[in-house]
């Protein structure tokens, strides 16, 4: 049993950085697959990142390559979402998830989820 929770939301100037994070309870995070999803008013919630248990492996998706990076501190049980040079179309509520299946980047692959933190991009 994981039980995830998000922080670092807030609003920001369009071209402004924000870092996710997300705190996970339990003995076994290290041995799970996370990943970032977001979703926004009206629309369906879409795929932002992904990193494996071990950190070696990352994947993005390519609405945010270049701006936004994952990575994870397994000593801290967390996962991060750095996100740069950020637009109005990054508004959105930001999921973390955990998982056990390797890059996964469908929502029905993860099994645990927080209760999001709100990301405003003003422009």
């Known amino acids: 049993q994981v039980q995830l929770v998000e922080s670092g939301g807030g609003l920001v100037q369009a071209g402004g950085s924000l870092r996710l994070s997300c705190a996970a309870s339990g003995r076994t995070f290290s041995s799970y697959e996370m990943g970032w999803f977001r979703q926004a008013p009206g629309k369906e919630r879409e795929f932002v990142a992904t990193?494996?248990?071990?950190?070696?492996?990352?994947y993005v998706a390519d609405s945010v390559k270049g701006r936004f990076t994952i990575n994870r501190d397994n000593a801290k049980n967390t996962v991060y979402l750095q996100m740069i040079s950020l637009k109005p179309e990054d508004t959105a509520v930001y999921y973390c998830?955990?998982?056990?299946?390797?890059?996964?980047?469908?929502?029905?692959?993860?099994?645990?989820w927080g209760q999001g933190t709100q990301v405003t991009v003003s422009s």
């Open positions: 990193i494996s248990w071990t950190g070696g492996s990352a």
């Open positions: 998830a955990a998982g056990q299946k390797l890059l996964a980047r469908a929502g029905y692959e993860y099994d645990y």
